[in-house]
């Protein structure tokens, strides 16, 4: 297992097109997370899956975001008439529900560009 | 809700320097975690050393370790024998344990430059 993958690793898209983005966690953590990371801040909090069961979602995330995780593998977080404020790294990081140290695997990110 | 403050946007040090990364957290909650990440330029982000609340013993992973001050709400970074590789932003989080989304509240960063 090489760790949390996250596909593209850059996007760069015209305002008002759609993107679509895919996290591949690690095969045995069954926690899923989306974060979305600003220039200059910390990351935020978008979305939690449990398994395929989207649990948990950020007021971060409008009507123009949508998350999946089918079967509870990978993950799919599309953009809807992306916006330039939309323009950010969108973070993906995964978990295993059983680990009391709480660690998170995170991965390299999506950079997105809305021009 | 919970917020974290890193009130040191930028710190630069040269390298063997020992350098302290700040950091203030506000929480009505009893029971939580605290942890460093480590996000060096342009490469994912991973976890440099966790902190459970209930614990009073400050964490240590070898050339890093914390002083948390539970009272006073400060969680700080100490970062030993700095190196090159040290470089990176590092980020201070906050995390409730339980049965919800476990997410992770971050503070701002603090960009550390280590210089040779």
């Known amino acids: 297992d090489t760790g949390v993958s996250q596909n593209p690793r850059h996007k760069i898209t015209k305002r008002g097109q759609n993107v679509t983005f895919r996290c591949d966690p690690i095969?045995?953590?069954?926690?899923l997370y989306w974060y979305r990371q600003t220039l200059g801040q910390g990351p935020e909090f978008l979305t939690y899956?449990?398994?395929?069961?989207?649990?948990?979602k950020s007021r971060l995330l409008s009507d123009r975001f949508s998350a999946e995780r089918p079967k509870g593998s990978f993950s799919t977080l599309e953009i809807q008439r992306t916006e330039q404020g939309d323009s950010a790294m969108y973070l993906c990081?995964?978990?295993?529900?059983?680990?009391?140290?709480?660690?998170?695997?995170f991965g390299s990110g999506t950079r997105l560009t809305v021009v | 809700a919970q917020t974290v403050t890193q009130s040191q946007p930028e710190m630069s040090v040269q390298e063997a320097e020992t350098v302290t990364l700040s950091c203030t957290y506000d929480?009505?909650?009893?029971?939580?975690?605290l942890f460093w990440y480590k996000q060096p330029p342009s490469r994912q982000m991973i976890l440099v050393i966790r902190?459970?609340?209930?614990?009073?013993q400050n964490a240590t992973e070898n050339r890093f370790s914390v002083n948390f001050q539970k009272a006073a709400k400060s969680f700080s970074l100490k970062i030993s024998d700095s190196q090159l590789g040290d470089t990176a932003m590092y980020f201070c989080?906050?995390?409730?344990?339980?049965?919800?989304?476990?997410?992770?509240?971050f503070g701002q960063g603090t960009r550390l430059t280590i210089n040779p």
């Open positions: 990081a995964s978990s295993y529900y059983r680990d009391r140290n709480y660690g998170y695997t």
């Open positions: 095969s045995e953590h069954n926690r």
């Open positions: 902190q459970e609340a209930y614990k009073q």
């Open positions: 929480t009505s909650e009893n029971n939580y975690y």
């Open positions: 899956f449990q398994n395929e069961a989207q649990l948990e």
């Open positions: 989080a906050f995390m409730k344990p339980g049965q919800g989304a476990q997410k992770l509240v």
